[in-house]
T-cell receptor
């Protein structure tokens, strides 16, 4: 079993839709949860990070973490064609732990937003 | 440009040659990480370095791969005697000391082994 599981999709939605992207994980040592966006043949771009459980909002993006279920989500409101990319979840342990600084990534979900 | 710099962007090597990939971290960052992205796979951690120190190399293949981050100059990922299976995109990321989970990535080096 992989430490981080992410549905690779692909996911296709119409412009303006709400998009939900999810990851599950098995390592209870993970404390930091990140979402990256990667356009084709580019480097990953950090969208948001969250510490422990809870919600975090940034513009059209909302990240949620449920540590009791080992489940994280990224919601994109009012999706735009420019949001079409691969979305990667990533996780890291706490300072002092063996996984601090070592990001473990999901496989990535390919999202297409069509006009 | 204050972002993470990587060069070359594309590198073609024949089997058995050496590949050297370079990474300059974001200004103000002193921690560098290397990741590999194979076709149809996610990003996999390889190694984590500070200046003159390897902090975690648990993701590095045991043979042919090495990394350094000297006191002066960029971090180098070195692959000796490359094989076709080394063909991949290699990404470098950097972070500050206080937030090592907050990593910013470079554009990557795409290595093709012929």
């Amino acid at each position: 079993q992989k430490e981080v599981e992410q549905d690779p999709g692909p996911l296709s939605v119409p412009e303006g839709a709400i998009v939900s992207l999810n990851c599950t994980y098995s390592n209870s040592a993970f404390q930091y949860f990140m979402w990256y966006r990667q356009y084709s043949r580019k480097g990953p771009e950090l969208l948001m990070y969250t510490y422990s459980s809870g919600n975090k909002e940034d513009g059209r993006f909302t990240a949620q973490v449920d540590k009791s279920s080992k489940y994280i989500s990224l919601f994109i409101r009012d999706s735009q064609p420019s949001d079409s990319a691969t979305y990667l979840c990533a996780m890291s342990g706490n300072a002092g732990g063996t996984s601090y600084g070592k990001l473990t990534f999901g496989q990535g979900t390919i999202l297409t937003v069509h006009p | 440009n204050a972002g993470v710099m990587q060069n070359p962007r594309h590198l073609v090597r024949r089997r058995g040659q050496e590949a050297r990939l370079r990474c300059s971290p974001m200004k103000g960052h002193s921690h560098v990480y290397w990741y590999r992205q194979l076709p149809e796979e996610g990003l996999k951690f390889m190694v984590y370095l500070q200046k003159e120190n390897i902090i975690d190399e648990s993701g590095m293949p045991k043979e042919r791969f090495s990394a350094e981050f000297p006191k002066e100059g960029p971090s180098i990922l070195r692959i000796q005697q490359v094989v076709r299976g080394d063909s991949a995109a290699y990404f470098c990321a950097s972070s500050g000391l206080a937030a090592r989970y907050e990593q910013y990535f470079g554009p990557g080096t795409r290595l093709t082994v012929t």
